[in-house]
């Protein structure tokens, strides 16, 4: 089958790369946005701008590096064929999208070298600033490249349904338009936005989740994959970050300053002063665990003075001082009896369990704990030096990590395992790359920017052949 018309849906990163490619490849490509601004919300809009693998892992590094970065973050969850996409696809990607006019600088992040943002990156201060930075810029840049290279951009076009003719998909309506293609690609973002998709696989409270998120990613391409018999992977994971609970209704609390540091350093515990999580694995697991709770409402994050002054100020918009400087609630005591009472935690469970845990983290036993506590990423540090902190905590959701299943051409699978003809998925409204058992992240512009670039390639070479 000839496929030389092309209808991408949604036009966030992975969208606007599929179709720019597609339309250099030579084929007629039409980008269908519900957005209808110009500067349309979405959540590469929003992104800081990191085009990295891993965190710490620049996507030129080449393949081996990557690949072994994907599978150390993922713990071996992600699918070898997609992790070998994305490998040995990623560093063309990037040098496509920088031939558009853009440029990648390097910031500092705890000390660290983090090379691959996007330039200019968002200011060094709490809350959200997208106007005219790098995310914003590379979405306006791309747009204008699709219409220069003859592409459409529709906005105002929110997709409702496929098009099937003899097992084929052969299309979209949208808007009460229909738009017939020989191929369509999916990538409208995730489901994090839509509160029943979230309770169905992630959270039996989403409103007790901050939104961290453009608020645009609400599973319509996902639905429609399900509703075509689509499989899907990796549901119950998402990437997100931990906040002050006052950030539910403090919008200067977020995106940033994030409260991973002092969870991931010191403890987390629950209404009933224990801990249930291991804090080691990162403030992007410890996310999901308080999501997923029957409660999500009750976390909260405890650490010392030690913490607190260290490692709590060494982020780029880090906790101290922006948590008090923004409103949030900060509790400090100089006992830890005092501190229970701030808190309303239970006093001799909170005593017990400090005390439990200092003992295990000076013996260097703290993974033989009840809930286990690694040490090989983050190492923990004792509570032992006043004041004492405690700061109730909720998960934010940036996207999930879980969605539509693909093969390595970014085919959608059916149930009975089979692609679906004409029909594609890339970035996070897929699943089977990222999440797994640590809920390991491994990139979420990068995901994007490279399964949208691959996806385009693909359909070519059917085009083509």
């Not at 998925?425 to 491994?442: D, K, R």
Request: hydrophobic share 40%; glycine share 12%; net charge positive.
């Amino acid at each position: 089958m000839i496929r030389r018309h092309v209808v991408v849906v949604g036009a966030g990163l992975a969208g606007l790369s599929a179709a720019n490619r597609c339309a250099e490849l030579g084929l007629e490509v039409t980008l269908l946005e519900q957005g209808s601004d110009e500067r349309y919300l979405c959540n590469s809009r929003f992104a800081a701008g990191f085009l990295n693998c891993g965190y710490r892992h620049d996507i030129r590094e080449g393949t081996a590096a990557l690949r072994q970065a994907i599978e150390a973050q993922t713990r071996g969850f992600a699918d070898p064929a997609l992790a070998d996409v994305f490998a040995s696809q990623a560093g063309e990607a990037v040098r496509w999208l920088l031939g558009h006019g853009l440029r990648l600088v390097t910031v500092y992040v705890e000390g660290n070298k983090r090379r691959g943002v996007l330039s200019p990156p968002p200011p060094n201060k709490a809350g959200l600033h997208w106007h005219g930075r790098g995310t914003d810029l590379m979405l306006r840049k791309l747009a204008a490249a699709l219409e220069a290279k003859g592409g459409r951009l529709l906005r105002g076009m929110r997709v409702t349904e496929l098009i099937f003719e003899d097992g084929r998909c052969r299309g979209v309506h949208a808007e009460g338009r229909a738009f017939e293609a020989d191929a369509v690609v999916l990538t409208d973002g995730g489901f994090q936005a839509d509160a029943e998709l979230v309770r169905r696989y992630i959270s039996p409270k989403p409103e007790c989740l901050l939104q961290r998120n453009a608020g645009t990613g609400r599973g319509s391409g996902l639905r429609m994959a399900l509703a075509a018999g689509a499989k899907v992977k990796g549901m119950n994971r998402f990437y997100g970050h931990l906040h002050s609970r006052d950030a539910l209704c403090n919008p200067a609390l977020w995106p940033n300053p994030v409260v991973d540091n002092v969870a991931t350093t010191g403890i987390v515990v629950n209404a009933q002063g224990e801990r249930f999580v291991d804090e080691g694995l990162g403030g992007v697991f410890i996310a999901n665990t308080i999501a997923a709770l029957d409660d999500p409402s009750q976390a909260v994050a405890i650490c010392d003075n030690t913490t607190w002054e260290g490692r709590a100020r060494q982020f780029a918009r880090p906790p101290n001082p922006g948590l008090v400087r923004h409103g949030a609630t900060v509790y400090r005591a100089g006992t830890l009896k005092e501190l229970a009472s701030l808190a309303n935690l239970p006093e001799a469970a909170l005593l017990e369990t400090v005390r439990i845990y200092n003992e295990a983290v000076a013996g260097g036993q703290s993974a033989a704990l009840v809930s286990a506590r690694s040490a090989q990423a983050i190492k923990p540090a004792p509570i032992v030096t006043a004041p004492f902190i405690a700061i109730p905590i909720c998960a934010g959701i940036t996207y999930t990590m879980g969605g539509i299943a693909i093969d390595e051409r970014c085919r959608v699978i059916h149930e009975s395992d089979r692609p679906i003809e004409g029909l594609y998925a890339a970035g996070s409204c897929t699943g089977g790359h990222e999440g797994g058992p640590v809920a390991g992240y491994t990139g979420g512009l990068s995901k994007a920017l490279t399964f949208g670039w691959h996806a385009a390639n693909c359909i070519s070479e059917v085009a083509v052949s």
